[in-house]
């Protein structure tokens, strides 16, 4: 998965260690929140990630990169030298949706919606966006569930 990358075109991020790095389209900047029950628990609270469509490249680290299906709709990546969760990406569609903390900056970032708010514990409250979804509108919106 490793090429060339034009850095005008593509944000770099990286893991922990800086053993994985890799890319997404600059025009990435839409942060989303999911309480999933999985997200929380792969975080250790929402999952705060940044939606890349088709387009991650994995640029150097692609054997430290490991995968494993977290659900019937979706498989999660993580470095396997420091444990820095990297993305999850829906089977149905091909979507990733890489961890936003992998990033020193995401010129123009807006946070732009929660997702699975019905898994939501009482315990916190996110501010900021105005779009919540339950996780039957967010399978809707992926054409899975």
């Given at each position: 998965?490793?090429?060339?990358?034009?850095?005008?075109?593509?944000?770099?991020?990286?893991?922990?260690?800086?053993?994985?790095?890799?890319?997404?389209?600059?025009?990435?900047?839409?942060?989303?929140?999911?309480?999933?029950?999985?997200?929380?628990?792969?975080?250790?609270g929402?999952?705060?990630?940044?939606?890349?469509?088709?387009?991650?490249?994995?640029?150097?680290?692609?054997?430290?990169?490991r995968?494993?299906?977290?659900?019937?709709?979706?498989?999660?990546?993580?470095?396997?030298?420091?444990?820095s969760?990297?993305?999850?990406?829906?089977?149905?569609?091909?979507?990733?949706?890489?961890?936003a903390?992998?990033?020193?900056?995401?010129p123009?970032?807006?946070?732009?919606?929660?997702?699975?708010?019905?898994?939501?514990?009482e315990?916190?409250?996110?501010?900021?966006?105005?779009?919540?979804?339950?996780?039957?509108?967010?399978f809707?919106?992926?054409?899975?569930?």
């Amino acid at each position: 998965m490793s090429e060339a990358i034009d850095s005008a075109d593509r944000l770099h991020g990286h893991c922990l260690c800086g053993g994985v790095t890799l890319s997404v389209p600059a025009t990435a900047h839409d942060v989303h929140a999911c309480h999933c029950g999985a997200c929380r628990r792969w975080h250790g609270g929402p999952a705060m990630v940044l939606p890349a469509g088709g387009d991650l490249r994995i640029e150097t680290g692609d054997a430290l990169v490991r995968r494993f299906a977290s659900s019937d709709w979706a498989e999660r990546a993580f470095c396997g030298a420091c444990g820095s969760s990297l993305f999850f990406r829906t089977t149905g569609d091909g979507q990733y949706y890489v961890a936003a903390g992998l990033f020193d900056a995401i010129p123009g970032a807006r946070f732009e919606s929660e997702i699975f708010i019905d898994a939501k514990p009482e315990w916190y409250a996110l501010d900021g966006p105005d779009e919540h979804l339950t996780g039957e509108a967010f399978f809707a919106r992926i054409g899975a569930g």
